[in-house]
Nanobody
């Protein structure tokens, strides 16, 4: 059974930092392209960051570029998201996603991040 479990969310004041982690079980993330998405109330799910199989090619959504860093550890089977200079607009549920070229994808259950102004 494949599971992606996010951790590290919570509440923080604007300007602060949070680090999210996603631990995968039941699959080897080295076979997958990993990503973080988020969804704020009443809004569509939004791409935050992606990272390729070997971790050398990260990409970021325009709204977070310069403030977040995605990384992965294929040995530990984890993918992390470091978020700095957080803004109220970053408040959302954050989801971890694994996908491969065969259109197989898995999602975590999501974790709440709340930024107070």
């Amino acid at each position: 059974q494949v599971q992606l479990v996010e951790s590290g969310g919570g509440s923080v004041q604007a300007g602060g930092s949070l680090s999210l982690s996603c631990v995968a079980s039941g699959l080897a993330i080295s076979d997958y392209h990993m990503a973080w998405f988020r969804q704020a109330p009443g809004k569509a799910r939004e791409l935050v960051a992606t990272i390729n199989h070997n971790g050398k090619v990260p990409n970021y959504g325009d709204s977070v570029k310069g403030r977040v860093t995605i990384s992965r550890d294929n040995v530990k089977n984890t993918v992390d998201l470091q978020m700095d200079s957080l803004e109220f607009a970053d408040t959302a549920i954050y989801y971890c996603k694994a996908s491969n070229p065969f259109r197989t994808e898995y999602w975590g259950q999501g974790i709440q991040v709340t930024v107070s102004s």
